[in-house]
């Protein structure tokens, strides 16, 4: 019969790969939750233009110029995640209005505009190719 018992637990050795291996896991998948989430919150801000639009073109319809911001009732994105604000003095056949981050940083795609023609831009994309990566995600 054999004497020696092997200690029950884990080795140090053992711990630190493991240690290791969940460090690794974790530098990879942040990075992607927190673009995920960033994301999120950009389609608040585009939904919150696109809700503008259609306030826009209804109080048009019953009035000579288009409403400014409190006009029409919105000065935020459905979550909270965007100030909706109008730039310069809605007149009767222009406006444009703004959709910039309120409770996070977003240095991709910065703050969304929409205009009267449904032209929608992002002030830190200059190419039409960035501005439609930041449009459609």
């Given at each position: 019969m054999n004497s020696?018992?092997?200690?029950?637990?884990?080795?140090?050795?053992?711990?630190?790969?493991?240690?290791?291996?969940?460090?690794?896991?974790?530098?990879?998948a942040y990075p992607s939750y927190k673009e995920y989430v960033t994301r999120a919150k950009?389609?608040?801000?585009?939904?919150?233009?696109l809700q503008v639009q259609l306030a826009e073109e209804k109080w048009r319809a019953n009035h000579t110029s288009y409403g400014s911001s409190t006009d029409i009732g919105i000065t935020t994105s459905p979550d909270g995640h965007y100030a909706i604000a109008i730039s310069g003095t809605p007149n009767?056949?222009?406006?444009?209005?703004?959709?910039?981050?309120?409770?996070?940083t977003d240095s991709t795609c910065g703050v969304f505009e929409v205009n009267q023609d449904g032209k929608t831009t992002s002030t830190t994309q200059t190419t039409t190719a960035k501005v439609q990566e930041c449009w459609g995600k």
């Open positions: 020696f018992k092997r200690p029950a637990g884990f080795t140090l050795i053992e711990l630190m790969i493991t240690v290791a291996v969940i460090g690794i896991l974790a530098a990879i950009r389609a608040d801000g585009k939904a919150a233009l009767a056949s222009s406006y444009i209005f703004t959709a910039s981050p309120s409770d996070f």
